[in-house]
């Protein structure tokens, strides 16, 4: 007698469930389900039985929330999923989690009664008939998808679920040729998906395809030679990898629809999170939008409600590594996948705009500075310090830009941003030296003067193309060129000025000052001459310091003693009288005997 698993007819619907206008489609990603179940709920150990005991209280916190029980306080009444529960008005994906769990619960069941039989091998029948029991539950759910509420991906998840249960069933029972048929069917299935699927998720897939891979050499040692070809020869007889090579497709196309694949610098990656896929696409018509506005003030408040959006994008992709422990270990160990690269590149837009923004804030500024008057939101006037201190903040961002994961090999990458940040240490050297001519220090100015004239030169031959800054440098160098000359002539008058009359008339000028107070000063000085040359002072100048006090107690002379004059002898060596109190003392007898 054959040993097979019928499928189990549908339950009729239940009557209490209205079915809705519009059925809703879902999507269950069952092998990372049970996967994540499984490593969090006692199979890292390899414990099969707390694993079993989490399905039962899983299934029956989902009966209780989807108010699906199966009995009351007397009477048992069994319920299973239905179609109609799919397409319904309360249509939920969890009641597709229930059939799942129950096939989970079994097999379970089984692994454990595995371990068991190898000192009970009475134990192997009840092994089997937990996997024929889990085998039921994952038809039931397949039959379950022919409501069409499920995506491509859900059924083809649902079909290797339930080729594997039974190829693990055949395999058991020694049926190599089903066995293998089952296992090999689920394998192709995972391999097809894994490639359809981003880069981040793949390796689940990969992982589940290796380790099926030594169950189909054992089927296949246990058949004979050529069984594989001939089992591949009947799989695509059937039409089997036709099939999936379509819905495969098909699953590509709904992940990139649903995932929102993106790509940058030549590189694709999945948006997952909602907030990271939204965002993406709302900074597509943004350029526009800044064109549309009519003042520089409209476009920085765009900028900045695009950087705030920004700011929650990268939070939900940081909260999405954090929760997943396989991303965590591999940022922890420096790799870098599909999802640590679109975190690269949502910091990298937020750096970018806040540049932009950060630019636009500078063309405020100069219009302000040029005109002499305050801000376009009004308060103080516009310095040369303030525009010093934007471009800190844009040399900052910069710094980042260049410091961003997964970007430190890119070598046309680090140029670009290098380009930039030579292009604003040459606006930020030009606005010190501003700051210095307004403090007169001339030397200084002129300094700054030539060496952002160099940054300018060499942004230019690096040519940065972002921001399109090459006629502000060329007219930056202009503008430096008379700058420098001003500040040089300003420097030659203010030297004359504090020369003496003297130095006018061709005489030579006599300082009051040694030569080691103004070695950095070149004048004649033709007492050097002489024979007392004014180099140094030999003799110091007197100067005033506290004496030490001989006598620190000063204050014993002006201390007034209490009169001693009631505690010495008379001559007559008798003690004088000590008044009215002497006399009560004595009366009383509290004086005491003279003695």
Partial sequence: MENTVKKSSENPPNPEVVPAEGPKTFSLEVLRIIKDAQQQHGLRHGDYQRYRGYCSRRVRRLRKVLKLPQCDKRHYKKKDVAVVHLTGARADVRYLHIPLMMAERAWAYAMQLRQEANTEPRKKFHLVGKLRKACLYALQLQDLLTSECCDARTRWEIEAYNAWLHGTLHFELSLWKNAMENLKRAQLVYQNLGEALPEEEQALYKAKEDELTPSIRYCAYNIGEGASMDDLLELRAQGFLENLE???????????????????????????????????????????????????????????????????????????????????????????????????????????????????LVKQAKMSLEDGSTSEGGGKKVRPQDMTRLYEIILQNVTELQQLTGMEDDGEYQEEIRALSTTFRAFRCYYIALTLVAMKRWKEAVALYERSTNYARDALKSSPKAFNLAEELRQLIKTIEGCKFSAHA??????????????????????????????????????????????????????????????????????????????????????????????????????????
Wanted: aromatic share 8%; hydrophobic share 40%; net charge neutral.
């Fill in 246 to 360: 379509s819905l495969a497709t098909q699953v590509k196309t709904q992940s990139t629809e649903a995932l929102q694949t993106t790509e940058w610098r030549g590189r694709k990656m999945g948006v997952r999170p909602e907030k990271a896929r939204l965002f993406l696409l709302s900074v597509q018509d943004l350029e526009k939008s800044i064109e549309k506005a009519k003042s520089i003030q409209a476009k920085i408040e765009i900028l900045e409600t695009v950087i705030m959006d920004c700011k929650d994008a990268i939070t939900a992709v940081k909260e999405e590594i954090k929760q997943d422990p396989k991303l965590r270990a591999s940022s922890a160990g420096g790799q870098i996948v599909g999802i640590h690269f679109l975190l690269s590149y949502l910091m990298y837009i937020r750096l970018m705009r806040t540049l932009e923004r950060n630019m636009l």
């Fill in 490 to 595: 300003y420097s030659v008058l203010e030297d004359d000025a504090s020369d003496d009359a003297s130095a006018i008339f061709g005489r030579a000028q006599k300082s009051s000052k040694p030569l080691y107070e103004r070695l950095s000063e070149y004048k004649e000085d033709a007492t050097l001459h002489s024979k007392n040359p004014n180099v140094f002072k030999i003799t110091p100048d007197m100067e005033a310091i506290p004496c030490k006090p001989l006598f620190f107690d000063l204050a014993l002379n002006f201390i007034e003693f209490p009169s001693l004059e009631d505690k010495v002898e008379s001559p007559g060596g008798k003690k004088q009288a000590a008044g009215i109190s002497g006399f009560v003392k004595g009366f009383l007898g509290w004086g005491g005997a003279n003695k």
